[in-house]
């Protein structure tokens, strides 16, 4: 019987997960980054709403054009400026982060719930970026910061979700995943690096 219960424990063990300190500390980083960057993304839609001749602060030259973004049909994908999303979606990675900081421990379901929202977020980032480089024809600086921080964020999770074997994988992916989390999202933002300094080769050589 005793050793029926330590297995039974030992299972419901398993379905719940807890990160590491460093884990949760990236958790409230790339929460407050995204934040941060879609606050201040806020902020300037409402100045542009006011006055249609306010000029961003990270308008720096055509390029680097936060007004060209803020003031396109994509900033506003759902019917709404796009960063009012991210003030909501940051804040809940925030608050992730904090719970497992006090020691919070989430059961499985919590978790895919979780990576999809981060799923969801990396592919509107994906073609807020496609947007940005190939329709907009301009960069917002808050904006890639939010693209950052959700890429990292996306990557992580998952590497999280795949090594506590939350998500399917071969053991081989789970052992490397385990050793090198950053490298799919240090390819990943190295591959949107080269779109972005390709795409205006000329500006940044000339």
């Known amino acids: 019987m005793e050793r029926t219960a330590d297995r039974g ?8 997960a807890g990160g590491s300190r460093a884990f949760a500390a990236l958790l409230v980083i790339t929460g407050a980054a995204g934040l941060l960057a879609s606050w201040v993304i806020t902020l300037d839609k409402f100045k542009l709403l006011e006055d249609p001749d306010f000029t961003p602060g990270c308008s720096l030259n ?8 803020i003031r396109s049909d994509q900033a506003s994908a759902f019917g709404f400026p796009n960063p009012m999303l991210g003030l909501a979606a940051y804040a809940v990675v925030i608050c992730v982060g904090m719970s ?4 919070a421990r989430f059961p499985r379901w ?3 719930t979780f990576d999809a929202g981060c799923l969801f977020g990396v592919g509107f980032v994906s073609w807020l970026q496609f947007q940005s480089l190939y329709r907009i024809n301009a960069l917002c600086l808050w904006c890639c910061l939010a693209w950052v921080a959700t890429v990292v964020l996306f990557w992580y999770v998952t590497s999280f979700a795949v090594r506590h074997r939350f998500l399917p994988a071969p053991g081989g992916l789970r052992s490397f995943l385990d050793e090198f989390t950053w ?3 240090v390819l990943h933002l190295g591959i949107v690096g080269m779109l972005v300094l390709t795409r205006w080769w000329d500006f940044w050589t000339s």
């Open 100 to 103: 497992l900081l006090a020691g």
């Open 9 to 16: 424990r030992d299972e419901r063990a398993e379905r719940t």
């Open 110 to 112: 919590y978790w895919l």
């Open 183 to 185: 490298v799919p999202p």
């Open 62 to 69: 055509p390029v680097v054009s936060c007004g060209s973004v």
